[in-house]
């Protein structure tokens, strides 16, 4: 006789009570092959560069490489590619010398003479149409660029041409994918598109067939830990059903990065921001398996521009020193524990955790952002490694490693005291 549970003989299964401690994985480790741009952090340039644009980039890649990068995307827009390239070769092989990978952007949406996008005319450079497209991006290839990045799709379904836009695209893509095969199944084609327009965005997830797509998921996710865990879940498990990599983008690349600078979704994290939230959200996004895109200034670096035309420099301001050291940190981190490609999972029902609190599991770590109001304690049993709101050695024992050369031992120092995080803050922990 088979046991049931309804049959007298049954065995006895046990009902987890709902305060029940647990762990849902949404992503195993990933053992096979990793192609780079599987687990790449990718430092994106804003706007548009041009001659003394990129020569000033040159002198950042440096310290964009030391931080703990792997890419670059920058976007040549008006630079005249086909009467001379040597300046944009310069730049790729500047790139490469340092040990990371270039991705040049091109816009992927033809330009127009009429409506909205003339006010914007500058900003697209020598980049007019289809084929000049094409053109500049076989020309990136040809001077050593690992991969083509055609930007933010805008999808405008109010549109009368857009059903003929959205076929040109795709067909673009596919050109575009043939011209990278030709050289390796490491060279990559990658964008970004809004969930916001629902269709649009799944006929470039499971169509279009890009290396890496981003969307804005965690641009217009409010600072609320139910509504992150909701899209990161969804995006995980969409990815993991097509077989695709994962990107994340937290916030939007602007010129401006100053605090009050309101390039932003409404609602959104970034709405009231301060730097310790920024940096919050930095570690959140590192903690995510798969690729991130972290924009520069985001990250320390500091910007000025001229018109249309972007100026790169390291940072100058101590708040852009902060945030140097800070994604060191966190980036270092997230390579050594390899965090794109371990299991990953969210847990459930901490007891010392509030309403607004979400803790991740990654790999050997945890990761705890505190949307709430109210601090949260954790307890003593966790060692802290790294925390948002500050990037003293007293604070991040990490950083004793980093940037003194220190071997990192688990010690539990703060046995018997447990680690506060304010409300605001991320904290990073080894289980």
């Not at 127009?112 to 003339?118: I, N, Q």
């Not at 169509?207 to 879940?233: K, P, Y």
Request: net charge negative; proline share 4%; glycine share 6%.
């Amino acid at each position: 006789m088979i046991d049931t549970p309804m049959a007298s003989s049954a065995k006895q299964y046990r009902t987890l009570d709902p305060g029940y401690i647990r762990t849902e994985v949404l992503q195993r480790r990933y053992t096979k092959r990793t192609p780079w741009w599987r687990d790449a952090v990718i430092n994106e340039i804003p706007g548009i560069i041009d001659e003394e644009g990129a020569r000033l980039l040159e002198d950042c890649v440096f310290f964009i490489a030391r931080m703990g990068f792997t890419a670059v995307t920058f976007r040549p827009a008006s630079i005249d590619l086909e009467k001379d390239c040597s300046i944009l070769r310069s730049l790729i092989e500047a790139i490469h010398r340092v040990g990371l990978k270039a991705i040049v952007r091109i816009a992927g949406a033809e330009y127009r003479d009429w409506g909205p996008a003339a006010e914007f005319s500058a900003f697209y450079g020598f980049e007019r149409d289809a084929d000049t497209i094409i053109k500049r991006a076989k020309i990136a290839l040809k001077n050593g660029a690992d991969g083509i990045d055609l930007g933010r799709i805008e999808d405008t379904p109010e549109a009368s041409d857009e059903v003929e836009r959205a076929v040109s695209f795709t067909q673009l893509t596919r050109v575009l994918l043939a011209e990278l095969a030709e050289y390796s199944e490491d060279h990559i084609l990658t964008a970004e598109a809004s969930i916001f327009n629902t269709e649009a965005y799944r006929r470039h997830f499971e169509e279009e067939w890009l290396h890496l797509l981003c969307d804005d998921r965690l641009q217009r996710v409010g600072f609320n830990a139910s509504q992150i865990e909701t899209q990161i879940r969804e995006k995980i498990q969409a990815h993991e059903r097509q077989g695709s990599v994962c990107s994340w983008q937290a916030t939007l690349p602007r010129l401006n990065t100053a605090l009050g600078t309101e390039n932003f979704f409404l609602g959104s994290w970034e709405e009231n921001a301060n730097e310790f939230r920024r940096a919050a959200l930095r570690m959140l996004v590192a903690a995510l398996p798969g690729s991130v895109f972290l924009p520069f200034g985001f990250s320390g670096g500091h910007l000025d521009f001229e018109g249309a035309h972007i100026r790169p420099y390291p940072p100058q301001s101590e708040v852009e020193k902060e945030r140097v050291a800070h994604t060191t940190m966190v980036l270092r981190l997230r390579a050594q524990h390899q965090l794109a490609t371990c299991a990953f999972g969210i847990v459930k029902n901490l007891p010392w955790a509030n309403p607004g609190c979400l803790a991740l599991t990654c790999g050997p770590l945890m990761a705890v952002l505190n949307t709430g109001d109210t601090a949260v304690e954790v307890p003593s049993e966790h060692e802290l490694l790294l925390r948002s709101e500050s990037t003293k050695q007293e604070d991040s024992p990490i950083s004793k490693v980093i940037f003194g050369g220190q071997e990192l031992t688990v010690t539990h120092s703060n046995q018997g005291s447990s680690t506060v995080i304010p409300a605001g803050a991320c904290a990073w922990f080894l289980c």
